[in-house]
């Protein structure tokens, strides 16, 4: 594109030095590209005298048709900046099913109705381990709870995700005592299988428990807590997900002193120098809507 730039540029001015100048470029690049598109048509498109470059009848032609093509590619350069720059449109947006169903679906209700010229397709569920599948199959934006350390995404901490040790009362009515975390080995397990080793945390230190009997395991926390309701065993959970639970009885809090992971909720899309703006001000809106309402017990 830039050769045809020049070739235009010596048609409408007459000169290499002209066009050189309009360019930005030097004029002995400009003769450069000049000869060759030449070699490259085959054919002769500019006269070459001491006083001035002028076209041949070729050459005439070729500008015609190549000022044609430069005008319909500014065209669309000037569209598609338009669209880039305008809040408008389609936004489509996945993330993990047990966050969709809870806070994420709620931000994102509020931003369609706050924004309506932004169409939202938002799906829960059908996440890839692999990170650049949501952009292989058509999102702008994915959510994940795992920490991504892929520099060629672009990448922003929207929140952060505070989780529990719990189990029904029905549990730990006949279960062994659990004074400690050691004492976790004794007892039946509900897992997920991002996490065979479980984390706490106790007064700035971290405690790993390493799940001896996982009577459960699944890759929905929306799963585990149907069977830590049922009274099937422990179960390390987004306090979210069971904040309901907590607060009606139907699951107890254990080692309270402990607190759990400290993990965070990320938004990724699509990596290149300039963000949508649509995509900019999804994710200023959400971030913004976590910090009025954040993922803890006290959260709304």
């Known amino acids: 594109m830039t050769v045809m730039r020049s070739f235009v540029g010596v048609g409408e001015h007459g000169a290499f030095s002209h066009a050189a100048r309009r360019l930005g470029i030097s004029g002995s690049l400009v003769s450069r590209h000049i000869a060759e598109l030449e070699k490259q048509l ?12 002028t076209l041949t009848a070729v050459g005439r032609r070729y500008y015609d048709f190549s000022r044609r093509i430069l005008d319909e590619v500014d065209a669309e350069d000037e569209v598609l900046r338009g669209i880039h720059d305008k809040a408008e449109g389609p936004l489509a947006v996945i993330c993990p099913k047990w966050i969709g169903h809870l806070d994420l679906g709620e931000a994102i209700a509020d931003f369609a109705v706050d924004h309506p010229k932004i169409h939202v397709r938002f799906e829960v569920g059908g996440m890839s381990e692999r990170t650049f599948d949501f952009l292989d199959k058509g999102y702008d934006i994915a959510f994940h709870t795992r920490d991504l350390r892929d520099s060629t995404l672009l990448v922003r901490r929207v929140a952060d995700i505070e989780y529990v040790l719990c189990a029904a009362p029905a549990y730990l009515k006949t279960a062994p005592p659990l004074t400690d975390p050691a004492s976790v080995a004794e007892h039946d397990c509900l897992v997920h299988l991002n996490d065979p080793v479980w984390h706490l945390r106790h007064h700035g230190e971290e405690v790993h428990i390493k799940v001896l009997s996982t009577v459960y395991s699944s890759n929905s926390y929306l799963t585990l807590r149907k069977a830590a309701v049922r009274g099937r065993g422990l179960a390390l959970m987004p306090e979210r997900t069971v904040q309901a639970d907590l607060e009606s009885g139907a699951l107890h809090r254990v080692l309270p002193a402990f607190d759990g992971p400290a993990r965070s909720l990320y938004a990724v899309h699509s990596p290149g120098s300039h963000t ?12 913004a809507w976590f910090r009025r309402h954040p993922l803890t017990g006290e959260g709304s």
């Open 276 to 287: 949508m703006r649509k995509v900019r001000l999804f994710l200023d809106y959400v971030s």
């Open 42 to 53: 085959g054919v002769r498109l500019v006269n070459r005298t001491a006083r001035a470059v």
